[in-house]
């Protein structure tokens, strides 16, 4: 199952670059992953200051 972005996404961008895969873009107003890029590796979870992915 892919990662999510939750509401308490700050948009600050941090986890844009950890995505091996490019699945995280910039929403309106917090970032989205796409579900059929994401390969659930937890990398971008790992790196947000806000815990707002989850999977």
Not at 1 to 26: F, N, R, Y
Request: with cysteine.
């Amino acid at each position: 199952m892919a990662h999510k972005i939750t509401d308490a996404c700050l948009g600050c961008g941090t986890c844009v670059p950890e995505c091996p895969v490019e699945a995280i873009s910039e929403g309106d107003p917090i970032y989205v992953i796409d579900a059929s890029k994401c390969t659930d590796c937890g990398a971008c979870a790992a790196v947000c200051p806000a815990e707002a992915i989850v999977g």
